[in-house]
């Protein structure tokens, strides 16, 4: 089998495993016993995400004709496939939020202030969730919001800076739909898409408390000489938070929180065991690397490729990978961080035999592109030069997509229905 179809068969089984449909049906007889120990004579279901299409339709199948009513946020073209019949989907912005999502979070707000005591509130969320579900916080605007959230993108700010930064000009981040669905109690199931799970930080934790502060906020800003940048109105904001004249977020021990219990049901450990289970079947010796990768997608492909080198020689080898990689974007061109870093890894590993990567996002698109990620080998680079296509050239302009466009090598999947990051396949077959 060629080397970029044995790559993606094994991402294609990682995907398999992080089926949110499946995940779902794995939690049947959690949601079932919290429904008849609660004596609930409401149920409400709120998700927002990548994957809250399948989700919600998964949960419907578990609980016929039960849902009173439901609210479900994903991105664009993520519903198709997926009926509801009790919920009501909406498709909206990602990774910026727009007027759809917004209009969508106000009516999921309007479906949980209503809710009781005899409520059970079932919120599903995913990777996504944080552009998905926007609810600017008052005298905030989307278009300030969504200048903010661009300009800290293209600064290469990472999911935890960027999602402290978003809970602190929301009215639904945050522990804040929590808060504004008491005193229901809330069931949340999560498909985490952030390294180590962190509740507050996954979809910006709407039913987590959240350790982070209005200072933490406006720090972030400064970091990234973006104070003078953003609208005026959203350091004014924070500067108000600061000085308590904004409420903060519940904290931990709020008891708005009390009634909730938010639940990992799949995340990236679990695509890269499964991934490295296919590996195997392929007669590949395995090693998951990390599960955690992040920082600048150009370093991370320097970090591979050394890994690679100093593997064991002599033997077929699969060495595995995952997280969530950055860009700085000082360029042009057209891309995301896995067509970057696979563009990368081909120039650090020009012209080596028996080597070969496939980075790709398990959303199946990576960037603004139509691409999940890209398939690279040792030959890669040699052969586009061989045609006019300077490598070099194209990774200094961040316009991996266009390389790869002209040189092959995009993998598209289209959307998965999934989201836990990215992954790495790096297939070592003979002696470096």
Request: aromatic share 4%.
């Amino acid at each position: 089998m060629k080397k970029h179809l044995l790559a993606e068969k094994i991402f294609r089984a990682a995907l398999q495993a992080v089926d949110p449909a499946r995940l779902v049906r794995n939690e049947a007889p959690r949601i079932v016993a919290t429904l008849g120990h609660g004596h609930f004579r409401h149920l409400l279901l709120v998700g927002c995400g990548k994957a809250g299409a399948v989700m919600a339709s998964a949960l419907e199948a578990i609980l016929p004709g039960r849902i009173d009513d439901g609210i479900v946020i994903t991105k664009y073209g993520h519903a198709t496939g997926h009926p509801c019949h009790r919920c009501r989907v909406f498709e909206a912005g990602h990774p910026l939020p727009d007027v759809a999502g917004e209009t969508a979070t106000t009516t999921a707000l309007q479906l949980v202030d209503a809710a009781d005591a005899a409520t059970l509130v079932v919120v599903l969320l995913s990777g996504g969730g944080s552009a998905l579900l926007v609810a600017p916080a008052p005298g905030i605007t989307l278009e300030q919001k969504q200048l903010t959230t661009n300009l800290l993108l293209r600064a290469g700010a990472d999911i935890y800076e960027l999602n402290t930064v978003r809970k602190h000009l929301s009215a639904v981040k945050g522990g804040q739909l929590a808060r504004r669905a008491w005193p229901a109690t809330v069931l949340t199931l999560i498909l985490s898409d952030v390294i180590g799970d962190p509740l507050d930080v996954i979809a910006s934790g709407p039913t987590a408390a959240d350790p982070s502060t209005f200072a933490e906020a406006l720090a972030v800003l400064a970091r990234y000489d973006l104070l003078a940048r953003v609208p005026q109105e959203i350091v004014a904001h924070l500067r108000h938070g600061i000085a308590g004249d904004v409420a903060e977020t519940p904290k931990p021990g709020d008891p708005v929180l009390a009634r909730t219990d938010n639940r990992i049901v799949g995340n990236s450990r679990l695509a890269l065991e499964a991934a490295a289970a296919e590996a195997r079947r392929c007669r590949y010796d395995v090693e998951i690397l990390t599960d955690a990768l992040r920082g600048e997608a150009r370093q991370a492909a320097h970090w591979l490729a050394e890994q690679a080198r100093v593997a064991s020689r002599g033997k077929k080898l699969c060495l595995l990978a995952g997280g969530e990689t950055t860009v700085t974007v000082t360029g042009n061109g057209l891309g995301g961080r896995n067509q970057e870093l696979a563009l990368a890894f081909a120039l650090e590993i020009a012209g080596e035999a028996g080597l070969s990567l496939l980075s790709a996002g398990t959303d199946g698109t990576d960037g603004p592109t139509d691409a999940a990620g890209a398939f690279v080998d040792g030959d890669a680079v040699p052969a586009a030069r061989r045609d006019g296509i300077i490598a070099e050239d194209f990774l200094a302009d961040n316009d991996a997509y266009h390389f790869f466009a002209r040189a092959g090598g995009l993998l598209r999947t289209g959307p998965t229905g999934t989201n836990v990051m990215d992954l790495q396949i790096l297939l070592i077959e003979a002696p470096i």
